[in-house]
């Protein structure tokens, strides 16, 4: 069987008997796969740190092997593709990885690679591992958005005085409230999504409320776009660490 090189990015993983792990993996040559890595744990302390490879928001550099008719594949071997600095030591920057790669594991279903999408979330989490704990807060409002935009369902349009209404069921900044349904934003709220649209407004200062009911908003737009996009156990912990 053919060995393949691929970045990936680690979504979940889970101990499989007493030493190896499945792992949940986005790659970039095979999209979303899951792999069994043997020998992660054993009672060496060289098996202890195996199994930090494979947490969650991992990047790294696999040698696989692959077979399209098999659901379950298998890692040869693996190295880090980047160390990060804060994401697994500061508890902000922890819980927004994990909100990422969680919205990223609801949001791919099928194992289909999409080169631009890979290379757009493994740079967003160097990205957050590189700011500043106050430069942050925002970051899961514009991932959200910006996912939307390489899956194909990005909001179209912007807040004016003309279009002062974002339809979320639509996907775009209208004039008028819809009638046959609730799911929108108007005034200050339809105002701060468009400039969260943005790519310059990290920094867009909000209040705890405000960002809570837009990160909802904008799931709520996922699951109107993508079949199956369940609940996050991520978001409550999000909630509480930005509060």
Request: hydrophobic share 45%; proline share 4%.
């Amino acid at each position: 069987m053919q060995i393949h090189s691929t970045k990936g990015i680690v979504l979940r993983s889970v101990k499989y008997g007493e030493t190896s792990v499945i792992a949940t993996i986005y790659t970039e040559l095979f999209g979303t796969q899951t792999y069994l890595i043997k020998g992660i744990y054993t009672s060496s302390k060289k098996g202890t740190a195996k199994s930090a490879f494979f947490q969650p928001a991992a990047l790294l550099d696999l040698q696989v092997y692959h077979n399209e008719l098999k659901q379950l594949q298998f890692v040869k071997d693996f190295q880090w593709a980047y160390l990060y600095k804060q994401v697994y030591y500061q508890v902000v920057h922890n819980t927004i990885a994990l909100y990422i790669v969680e919205v990223l594991m609801q949001a791919l279903k099928q194992p289909e690679p999409n080169a631009a999408l890979f290379a757009f979330a493994m740079d967003y989490l160097q990205r957050l591992d590189a700011l500043p704990q106050t430069a942050i807060a925002n970051v899961p409002l514009q991932f959200t958005l910006q996912l939307g935009e390489f899956l194909g369902i990005g909001l179209q349009g912007m807040y004016t005085t003309e279009t002062p209404i974002l339809d979320l069921q639509e996907g775009m900044f209208v004039a008028f409230a819809p009638s046959s349904h609730r799911n929108y934003l108007d005034g200050e709220l339809a105002a701060i999504a468009s400039r969260l649209l943005e790519q310059n407004q990290a920094n867009l200062l909000l209040n705890r409320s405000t960002r809570n009911h837009l990160i909802v908003s904008f799931l709520d737009y996922l699951g109107c776009h993508i079949p199956d996009f369940g609940k996050l156990k991520s978001y409550p912990i999000l909630q509480e660490v930005l509060g």
